[in-house]
């Protein structure tokens, strides 16, 4: 669901044919019928925004089925591993209760220092926590930031300890998880799925029961998602919803289960993983924030830590952090440089950026692979460039970005005249990825490192080149400076350069090994003693490492793991780990400790994949000389989990982080060792999943019809001229509109549209349509159509097919049409700019847009 | 004697994704149509419109407006035409050069799913009949081999395919003959090149999916 995979990842698609040969069955639901569905056993129509219906309906289905009620399995997964017997606060209110919302909504109001966060409400969660005893005695976490206790930081993240959650093993407390997502998903009956998502009843109810058939002890089912689950006001909750769906299945943990996030091939993993996001340092940490308790180091530690999970080695993380940035400069005494560290002021996500700069509020930006002048409500991302003072575009060709200036249809037609731009914009030409050194992460998690294959044409620069040299050059810029602000630069510890002896690739090029240290880790007092995994972390400064995940990828200077490149012989059942190397730690299946039992062992012979060996005998500690008791994880993967701890252990009283937990808590990233299919932190949307109906929509939301959207999703530049919105079944835009991408284009085409056997093979923007469509409107395939939303129009080809068309929507006919986005003005392969269509609204999680479901009208031009 | 070489395609696992067509492209050189500036074809996502010397693919698979995603194959080593690269009338060379060191062809390796398998025609066949057995014992009763005989008609084409249907679905002759279309210039054809045997236009109908989804053509739904 939410993906075109054939299509889209054709690459990864090898797996599903692979499983295929093997008898699986494939399973595609999506509004079109694409190559995907055309290998897929069954394809199940759905109205584009609806999925949370859908997945609402086979999580009823499957809490009333009679198999998940008889088969002990799942009853034993859901109570061990997840949070369904976990008894919620007294004061929490469900949608069921209050008609389409939760407990705590309020009204947001813009902070004035950046008022671009967009929010239409606001919730305050804490009526969603877990029912706890008090909190055990100890020190006060505010008298330790106040009289600024440690490194070691332990007591800290010890006075963090919430005290024990309450729970109901048998599920039958009314306040419990289960109890509750049984209530609130009770109104998603297969009628109502038919109704709501325009999928036929008995198509829904074969993948339910095709689910329950392959979901147990010896049997799981696995679900693959890309943008089409992302790109919503709701994006977030719709994948929470599938991972609600597989934990209640036991589909978590296991092989050949899980939900897989089909992500941009390869370098949109790593660029969350070592971000470019505004808003996480490495390895998932948030960013320090103005906005939140972070303004010290011990009070961002106390707010950012969960003290029962593996997050309770935060402070290792943050520490390890802080010393790759600051280096020698930062030390206990100074805090490890933490006040040097920027803050970030909201949401600085790509469109609330853009938002600002079309108020003039941003005055340059670097443009590096990424072509904006054809993206999200193009004509006002245009009117905000135009606001820049400079703008560097970093590219393989003069791109729409490049070009936006002369050659925009708003320039074309005399609305905008070039004279009156007064940006300056600067072009470097690029390399390419067989010109450079480097790594990849792929969707896997998985790093596999590239060597440079040729030489880069004339000038062309790598992007390690071009912000290695912007570093240096940035820092000289501030030498000297005596003003707090620019410390973080005077401090900054950038040592890229290759060694003396070493030729770099290109001239000024960094040594790209020397980057991969850096973010491995390494001994501060030796930066050639490299770190052997995350577990040697110290929250004292001995240890520095920009990205505590990577830890483990390049332990030794002559083992960089993400170049190896040996696969397990075949029919041997693994997990290829010594090909590339996957954080954390090298596992391939996160979470593996739900793959066996309570007891250890695996639910099945077919599904074995990680278990207690009880009877393996443990070397003695290095450090104690005194070995553990007999008993190890084993198995395919790397365990994920504490290796010798016993499936019986106990949660040690005092502990923190691993400590906390039991023998049976699979889920240690959590604070409770369990998987959330109640989600009490962390979203800002609700805990459970809710459909709301996308911003623009032609029908009302018939689940719950006194909240039609959700009430807190974003939308930016509201009121604004250059954001205008449709209402409700806008007679205007009658039709729902998909945008979707192509196996021969990619992404925005800088890589595709340019090269000739690409653009040849999709040579031209088209708008597919099914035929009750066309034949109202008169349009014959090929024709040229003109198509229509709140933001401005476009010209496309019509492409008339039986692959997309007419929904019966609560009693109401609704026409779906979808278009590719992959073009513009530029390259070899060229037509409008489809995201001049879309519009400024989005995740309130993520600040993703709405490019998946919104309206539109088609005439014929 | 060497071993004779050739290729397997199980169409059951192609997905049309046209790798093997702009990867033969790329390792032998072959131009893009016009420069890569063409017209859409309004044929679906499909723009190649013919396959000829310099458009070669395995496993065409265009869907068609009348029911969804019906397949239509055309074999590839039938395909005579001129290069327009190299100016003489060629067919596919199994990508000669990579053989010389030890590379298997480029269509194959770039193929995502192994739909295209190259290999000894033994091992392969020996491959594809576990394959047909598979999918039968798996309830696909009319998974069929196509061209594999080195005996029959099509003996030393050493390219066959996996169908799920009799020929005629797909619109494949049972008897097939020399592609006589395609030798209208024959003035620069060579003797050899005239006597490989090929198919010419083979079209079908990926008719099983059809019936079970297209439900009678004219429903103009979401289908």
């Known amino acids: 669901m939410g993906s075109n995979m054939a299509e889209c990842h054709p690459v990864a698609f090898r797996w599903p044919m692979k499983a295929k040969l093997n008898g699986a069955k494939l399973i595609h639901v999506d509004p079109r019928f694409t190559r995907t569905s055309a290998v897929a056993d069954l394809h199940v129509p759905i109205r584009a925004g609806s999925d949370i219906a859908f997945l609402g309906g086979l999580i009823n289905y499957v809490v009333n089925s009679r198999r998940w009620n008889t088969d002990p399995f799942f009853k034993e997964f859901v109570v061990n591993y997840t949070n369904a017997a976990t008894i919620i606060n007294k004061d929490f209110k469900d949608t069921e209760e209050l008609e389409g919302v939760f407990s705590g909504l309020g009204s947001f109001s813009e902070p004035p220092g950046w008022p671009y966060n967009g929010f239409q409400g606001r919730y305050d969660t804490a009526s969603w926590q877990y029912e706890r005893d008090p909190k055990p005695p100890g020190p006060k976490t505010e008298d330790l930031i106040a009289r600024r206790a440690g490194p070691p930081f332990d007591d800290l993240v010890r006075s963090l300890k919430p005290g024990p959650a309450h729970r109901d093993p048998t599920l039958q407390n009314p306040r419990c998880v289960f109890q509750i997502l049984k209530r609130h998903f009770s109104r998603y009956t297969p009628e109502m799925v038919e109704q709501v998502c325009g999928s036929p009843k008995d198509k829904f109810i074969q993948v339910a029961e095709a689910l329950l058939a392959n979901s147990g002890r010896d049997r799981t089912s696995a679900f693959a998602y890309a943008v089409a689950w992302t790109q919503h006001t709701y994006g977030v909750q719709m994948i929470s919803c599938c991972a609600l769906l597989q934990l209640l299945l036991g589909n978590v943990g296991r092989p050949g289960a899980g939900v897989m996030a089909l992500r941009g091939h390869a370098a949109i993993q790593g660029s969350t993983d070592v971000p470019t996001l505004y808003h996480s340092i490495h390895g998932y940490m948030n960013a320090p924030s103005a906005l939140r308790p972070h ?422 530049s509201a009121g604004k001229p250059w954001n205008p919105l449709a209402s409700v079944g806008d007679p205007k835009y009658p039709h729902v509109i998909t945008t979707y991408r192509l196996t021969e284009m990619y992404l925005a085409g800088a890589m595709s549209r340019w090269l000739p056997w690409l653009a040849e093979l999709q040579p031209e923007l088209f708008i597919e349509m099914g035929k009750a469509l066309a034949a109202e409107k008169g349009i014959r395939n090929l024709d040229w159509v003109i198509i229509s939303s709140p933001r401005g129009h476009i010209r496309a080809k019509a492409l008339v097919t039986d692959r997309i068309g007419v929904m019966q929507i609560a009693g109401k006919a609704i026409h779906h049409v979808g278009m590719p986005w992959h073009w513009g003005w530029a390259g070899l392969s060229t037509g409008d700019v489809v995201n001049d269509l879309t519009a400024w609204v989005g995740d309130p999680n993520v600040s993703i847009h709405e490019g998946k479901a919104f309206v539109c009208n088609v005439e014929k031009a | 004697m060497p071993e004779a070489m050739g290729f397997f395609t199980d169409t059951t696992i192609c997905i049309g994704c046209k790798a093997c067509e702009v990867a033969c492209k790329n390792w032998n050189q072959l131009p893009a149509t016009n420069g890569g500036v063409s017209e859409l074809s309004g044929d679906s996502y499909d723009n190649t419109r013919k396959l000829d010397g310099t458009h070669w693919r395995h496993v065409k698979f265009i869907e068609q407006f009348e029911g969804p995603y019906n397949g239509r194959w055309l074999m590839m080593s039938d395909v005579i035409d001129m290069n327009p690269a190299a100016g003489t009338a060629q067919k596919c060379t199994l990508c000669y050069d990579r053989m010389q060191v030890g590379l298997e062809p480029a269509c194959a390796k770039a193929c995502p799913t192994d739909s295209i398998q190259f290999g000894p025609i033994a091992e392969l066949r020996t491959r594809a009949q576990k394959r047909v057995d598979q999918l039968k014992a798996q309830g696909e009763k009319r998974a069929r081999l196509y061209g594999d005989d080195p005996n029959g008609p099509l003996g030393g084409l050493n390219s066959f395919y996996l169908l799920v249907d009799e020929p005629e679905v797909y619109g494949l002759p049972r008897d097939p003959k020399l592609p006589s279309r395609n030798l209208k210039s024959s003035g620069v054809l060579s003797a050899a090149t005239g006597a490989v045997l090929g198919l010419v236009a083979l079209v079908g109908l990926r008719k099983r999916r059809m019936d079970e989804i297209g439900g009678g053509g004219e429903r103009g739904s979401e289908n």
């Open chain 1, 295 to 716: 303004e010290s180091l011990r009070a961002y530690m106390a707010a950012e830590t969960t003290p029962t999970s593996y997050y309770g080695n935060t402070p290792k993380f943050l520490v390890s952090y802080l010393k790759s940035m600051y280096g020698a400069a930062a030390t206990a005494d100074n805090d490890f440089g933490y006040d040097w560290h920027p803050k970030i002021l909201g949401d600085h996500s790509h469109i609330a950026t853009f938002a600002a700069m079309a108020e003039g509020k941003v005055k340059g930006m670097c443009c590096v692979g990424q072509n904006p002048a054809t993206s999200l409500n193009g004509s006002a991302t245009r009117l905000a460039l135009r606001q820049l003072d400079w703008l560097v575009v970093k590219d393989n060709w003069l791109t729409e970005t490049a070009t936006y200036w002369y050659q925009a249809p708003e320039v074309k037609d005399g609305r905008v005249h070039s004279g009156d731009i007064k940006t300056e914009i600067f072009f470097f030409p690029s390399t390419q990825i067989a010109e450079y050194d480097g790594s990849f992460t792929n969707t896997q998690r998985m790093l596999q490192w590239h060597s440079k294959a040729v030489d880069a044409p004339g000038d062309c620069r790598t992007d390690t080149w071009f912000y290695h040299n912007l570093a240096k050059r940035t820092k000289k810029a501030y030498a000297g400076s005596t003003a707090p602000r620019d410390q973080g630069w005077n401090n900054l510890l950038w040592d890229f350069d290759p060694d003396p002896g070493v030729k770099p690739i290109y001239p000024g090029e960094p040594d790209a090994l020397k980057i991969l240290r850096e973010i491995n880790g390494y001994m501060t007092a030796d930066p050639h003693q490299h770190l052997p995994g995350f577990a040697a972390l110290k929250d004292d400064g001995s240890t520095t490492c920009a990205s505590w995940i990577y830890c483990g990828c390049y332990p030794a200077p002559d083992q960089n793991m993400s170049a190896r490149r040996e696969p397990d012989p075949p029919g041997v059942p693994g997990a290829h780990l010594k090909w590339g190397w996957a954080w954390p730690a090298n596992r391939r299946v996160m979470y593996n400790r739900a793959s066996a039992d309570p007891r250890g062992n695996p639910w099945s012979e077919r599904k074995r994949w990680v278990w207690w060996d009880p009877t393996f005998v443990n070397p003695p500690d290095p450090k104690t000389g005194i070995a553990p008791p007999r008993g190890k994880w084993v198995g395919y993967d790397v365990p994920d989990f504490a290796v010798t701890k016993a499936p019986d252990a106990k949660p040690k009283p005092d502990g923190i982080a691993l400590d906390a937990l039991s023998g049976t808590d699979a889920f240690i990233m959590r604070g409770d060792g369990r998987g959330w299919l109640f989600v009490p932190t962390g979203l800002l949307d609700g805990p459970l999943p809710t459909h709301y109906e996308p911003h623009e929509s032609p029908v009302q939301n018939m689940l719950y019809p006194k909240h039609q959207m959700s009430p807190v999703h974003k939308v930016w």
